[in-house]
């Protein structure tokens, strides 16, 4: 049976993928810090969830110690071939990255020093890390291309993203570990963030409460739906040498499209508290996806209102109990 690590397991990206390789009957070691950066009843519920799987395995480590990362590589790899590392673990929100930058550095680039050399040392046949599209800053180019700049980051969040790339480059250089850089845009489905506006409308939809809606909503995000980017993190997986990757849907719409959808579907109409829009946002964002495609033969394949359509469905049966989790 094939093992792996994902961290961030109990994470919103990191609880499908762990669920995407349970299904497939791989033995999952998962860790998490569970930090409160959001609502931590989330993170428990999901992590509840994958501890139904007798093949799930989880432990409560943060990434940034290396003393507490080396002491459980060694109890569970030691004797064991660790196949593959997914390093999902990070402080996320652009926003919050403002309040506490120290702490974005130390789990996001210090972190993935750790784990990235752990992997080398217990020979994990490939390192897949989640990279972000906010290293493109504020880019003018109508999509982003792995070879567009990045060295221009609008947040401390961005900016510890673009390190912690930084760093597997010259990893990369130094030992010829198979690492996998993948830039995801902003992702959303079931059991997903509390501090991202696909939750945070869809609960107010239900709860008929007030949004607060930064900017003009004209703002464009390549919103992405979990099952392809899950897709596209297992295809990545398989890769050789040093590869970076978009996965994005292609095909940005605005916030306000995003608030008129989630009306059509709950037949509510949202009300909204106008706020003005903050340095850390970018503009507008939208994934050049051809190298992945060559790459990976990955595309979406869910559009944005088949998306919020299950998104909305989950919110729906699980409603009782996401009353009482905070949005922020
Ligand atoms: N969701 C998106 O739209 C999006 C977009 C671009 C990139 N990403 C990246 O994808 C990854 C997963 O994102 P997500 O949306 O699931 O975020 P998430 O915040 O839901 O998950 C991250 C998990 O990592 C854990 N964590 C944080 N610091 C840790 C540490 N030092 N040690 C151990 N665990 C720690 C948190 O408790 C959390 O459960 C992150 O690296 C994020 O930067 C996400």
């Known amino acids: 049976m094939k093992n792996i690590l994902i961290t961030g397991s109990a994470g919103f990206i990191g609880f499908h993928l762990s669920n995407f390789y349970l299904k497939k009957g791989y033995n999952v070691f998962g860790i998490d810090n569970l ?36 002491k459980y590589f ?10 593959a590392v997914f390093n999902l673990a990070a402080g996320t929100g652009v926003r919050k990255s403002t309040l506490n930058p ?8 210090m972190g993935t020093l750790n784990l990235v050399s752990l992997a080398k040392t217990y020979s994990a046949s ?9 290293v493109y800053g504020n880019s003018k180019e109508k999509d982003f291309m792995i070879g567009s700049e990045t060295s221009k980051p609008l947040s401390n969040y961005a900016a510890s993203k673009k390190a912690s790339e930084v760093l597997l480059h010259a990893y990369y250089n130094l030992y010829k570990q ?3 850089i993948l830039r995801f845009f902003t992702v959303y489905g079931p059991a997903g963030r509390p501090d991202m506006s696909p939750f945070i409308f869809i609960q107010a939809a239900i709860n008929s409460n007030k949004i607060n809606l930064f900017g003009t909503g004209n ?14 993190i297992s295809k990545a997986k398989n890769l050789k040498g040093l590869n970076y990757l978009n996965l994005g849907n292609n095909n940005p719409v605005s916030v306000n499209y995003l608030i008129d959808t989630i009306n059509q579907i709950s037949g509510s109409h949202l009300k909204i508290d106008k706020k003005p829009s903050t340095p850390e946002d970018v503009f ?3 994934a050049n996806i051809r190298m992945t495609k060559k790459l990976i033969g990955w595309e979406p394949k869910i559009n944005i209102d088949e998306g919020i359509s299950k998104t909305f469905a989950w919110h729906k049966v699980n409603m009782r109990w996401l009353k009482k989790i905070q949005n922020s």
């Open 126 to 134: 490939s390192f897949v890390h989640a990279s972000t599209s906010s």
């Open 74 to 83: 060694e109890k569970n790899f030691k004797r064991r071939k660790l196949n």
């Open 35 to 70: 930090n409160n950066n959001y609502d931590p009843r989330i993170k428990k519920w999901r992590n509840l969830n994958l501890l139904e799987n007798k093949n799930f395995h989880f432990d409560k480590v943060d990434i940034s110690s290396p003393n507490q990362l080396s």
């Open 284 to 286: 507008y964002t939208s």
């Open 102 to 109: 120290k702490r974005y550095y130390e789990s996001n680039v």
């Open 219 to 232: 703002q464009k995000r390549d919103f992405t739906y979990i099952d392809d980017i899950v897709k596209g």
């Open 178 to 180: 198979n690492i996998s």
